[in-house]
């Protein structure tokens, strides 16, 4: 194919599939949108067609990847310490389905709802990609009709996202989460979820973090004092919430001009979101008239602050008995824009500069987010129960895929070992490959990790490489001689030191080293 024969049909397809998705966006007809995707189709097939020949790319869809097994064994022991941290609390697991059907995820994520996957309507079914884990539990909650539950679920979630892949913002992607479900006195499981998101992130030895912590309460209180409707407190929210990203200026243009705020208004909320520090400044709110007053109104919404701060105030005093408050800051400018919270909030950032990673195009390095996130979401349960039953809960969700990104990086050019393998069998002539594989029953049998090469006569130097080049730290070795005395040469691979052990010790010995 000519090369302007080429670009004039990758013009025509890019122009094509523009056109499906308009027409997907604007729910035309089902009849139109196919006959539209047929011709889609044909153009692929003609830029795929070259003397007879199928041409295409070998790659992942935008926003995923693979991962080898340096990448793996990574993610493998950062799962490892926070399952271990979920478990150490009393947590139990479940698992639900990776779609759901179409109305349980619609109308829980505010304006993120747009980047929910939809799928084809399947034997009559709408369906889409979960976007969370945390609408799911509530879900599940509602349907088998659970009052109390601590529970984990590590599974994978979607969404249909920019993607910034070095930045860990993938289109599939893993969440951590915990939740505690059931009533309870006041921000006891909430100072819970705050202690494992300590533990976690000391455990994985990321550097300094911090964690901000606030009310959707208190924040509802704070937009009706400065004037703000209570039909726009929603879409206010979800403006303040991209305060971590945004200055202050670029956030007080879209309060005003696309979230219909006045002047007056934006200005008195930059007042207040501008506050940070801890009970000091909950105490000085707490003393704010036209915040907690009592006045006509807004009676509703200062009642609600009042009890906001009532609960941080709470919050923080059990903070400073599990002595990690001084790693935990009370931030009126955090927000967290989905639609179900409905008291406590809460974000997890690292302060060290050394966690700053690439950008995608090769720019200077940033910041890589929020590492977690969660709070309170005491309605969200009800919404799925016949009668309307409520639910309290409160969770956490570890960012896996940023703290991923941040331990990648930081072990390139390092050697990471991707086995778990204890013991190299190897034979120091040929013809013993018999021998080998008894030595290697016995291991397999009394549950220690243990390997052998696959040739029947392989040389000695090459499997004492392979032992070095995996790791392997020890290497169980046989000839003629051990076997006549039955003994086995057991040889220590980093300091080539080799001790001659009974036949009938070698798994004791093994198990101990």
Known sequence: MADTDRAKLEAALKAQGELVRRLKAEKSSKEKVDAEVSKLLSLKEKLGLDDGKQKFVLKTPKGTRDYGPKQMAIRERVFGIIVEAFKRHGAETIDTPVFELKETLTGKYGEDSKLIYDLEDQGGELLALRYDLTVPFARYLAMNKISNCKRYHIAKVYRRDNPAMTRGRYREFYQCDFDIAGVYDAMIPDAECLKIVHEILTGLQLGDFLIKVNDRRLLDGVFAACGVPSDKFRATCSAVDKLDKLPWEAVHEELVGEKGLTQEMANSIAEYVCLHGGRDVIARLQADERLVGNSGEMQDEQKSARAGLADLDLLFKYLEIMDISTQVQFDLSLARGLDYYTGAIFEATLLAPENAVRQDDGSAPSGVGSVAGGGRYDGLVGMFDAKGRRVPCVGVSIG??????????????????TTETQVLVASAQKGLFDERLRL??????????????????PKLLSQLQQAEQSGIPLVALLGTE????????????????????????IVEVISKS
């Open 400 to 417: 896996i895929e940023r703290i991923f990104s941040i331990l990648e990086q930081r072990s390139e050019g390092q050697s990471v070992r």
């Open 482 to 505: 051990e076997l006549a005395a039955g003994t086995v040469r057991l040889r220590t691979v980093a300091t080539r030191q080799e001790v001659e052990i009974p036949r009938e010790k």
């Open 440 to 457: 290697l029953k016995e291991l397999w049998a009394a549950g220690i990790k243990a390997e052998t090469s696959y040739r029947i006569s």
